[in-house]
């Protein structure tokens, strides 16, 4: 599954939990599947900001990479 159906379908389970028509046993079976849909999608979150880099200026005027890391300079 990819990222966007892993989180479309961590929606659906919190509204199928939230229900009031959702027994127990089901209950238990869809925390469980969104216990490991949530460390699926913070893996890949982890990955993708690993990977991306902001651009920056050096002291030379010269364009550098460096990790992003989910701050702002600002």
């Known amino acids: 599954m990819s990222f ?3 989180l479309k379908r961590m929606e ?3 509204d199928l939990l939230k229900s ?3 027994g127990l046993e089901e209950s238990i079976k869809l925390y469980e599947e969104a ?3 949530g460390r699926k999608l913070s893996k890949t979150l982890s990955e993708i900001q690993r990977k ?3 651009v920056v200026s050096d002291n030379e005027n010269e364009l550098e990479t460096v990790p992003f890391d ?3 300079d600002d």
Do not use: H
């Open 12 to 14: 659906e389970i919190t």
């Open 20 to 22: 009031d028509e959702t």
């Open 4 to 6: 966007e159906s892993d």
């Open 70 to 72: 989910g701050e702002s």
């Open 52 to 54: 991306v880099e902001k």
């Open 35 to 37: 216990s490991e849909l």
